[in-house]
């Protein structure tokens, strides 16, 4: 059963880039079936999808982040990533990632990370 | 970006009512409509994709429907455990957008 679990910096600093990474176990990242994504969630507000990595490291981001987002893959350590830079109080949020067949819907997610932007 | 309104914000409904959520979306979307469940402190987990179609494993109490800009999700006898927050998501066309929620609450 393929599980997905964030990591990194519960707390950075305005104007710092916030990064975060996602592990994959119970499946290869690198199988083609599947697009990697990263969602984030503002505290008590609802979803916005930042954007998805194919394991050949083809990506799309959503445009109100687009220039300050990029997402990688490292398929040897079966992960990827996210960073997003120059962050304000208002990219404080729980950040998911997730995998969709098709590039779709979410069928996986993981249990997600709350990061928080202050000084 | 496609604009997805979703109503109502929130209701307060009591275990074995019939509850429906409504999700309109600003341009035609064909049947690209997923919805999600969101406990507190989890993950979203999907229910439903391709606007009617239920995800292995759902109750057969919830049901979607709809094509183009309208679109309902349907709990047909709500469960205690069916207490949460519920988006819709649209796949038709980047940047990929949600619903803002309906929260269902305990009557």
């Known amino acids: 059963q393929v599980q997905l679990q964030e990591s990194g910096p519960g707390l950075v600093k305005p104007s710092q880039t916030l990064s975060l990474t996602c592990t994959v176990s119970g499946g290869s990242i690198s199988s083609g079936d599947y697009y990697w994504s990263w969602i984030r969630q503002p505290p008590g507000k609802g979803l916005e999808w930042i954007g998805y990595?194919?394991?050949?490291?083809?990506?799309y981001y959503n445009p109100s982040l687009k220039s300050r987002v990029t997402i990688s893959v490292d398929t040897s350590k079966n992960q990827f990533s996210l960073k997003l830079s120059s962050v304000t109080a208002a990219d404080t949020a729980v950040y998911y990632c997730?995998?969709?067949?098709?590039?779709?819907?979410?069928?996986?997610w993981g249990q997600g990370t709350l990061v928080t932007v202050s000084s | 970006a496609i604009r997805i309104t979703q109503s109502p914000s929130s209701l307060s409904a009591s275990t074995g009512d019939r509850v429906t959520i409504t999700c309109r979306a600003s341009?035609?979307?064909?049947?690209?409509l997923a919805w999600y469940q969101q406990k507190p402190g989890k993950a979203p987990k999907l229910l439903i994709y391709a606007a009617s179609t239920l995800q292995s494993g759902v109750p057969s109490r919830f049901s979607g429907s709809g094509s183009g800009t309208d679109f309902t999700l349907t709990i047909s006898c709500l469960q205690s455990e069916d207490f949460a927050t519920y988006y819709c998501?649209?796949?038709?066309?980047?940047?990929?957008?949600f619903g803002g929620g309906t929260k269902v609450e305990i009557k």
């Open positions: 990595i194919y394991y050949s490291g083809s990506t």
């Open positions: 998501q649209q796949y038709y066309s980047y940047p990929r957008t």
């Open positions: 997730a995998r969709a067949e098709s590039n779709d819907f979410w069928t996986k």
């Open positions: 341009q035609g979307i064909s049947s690209y």
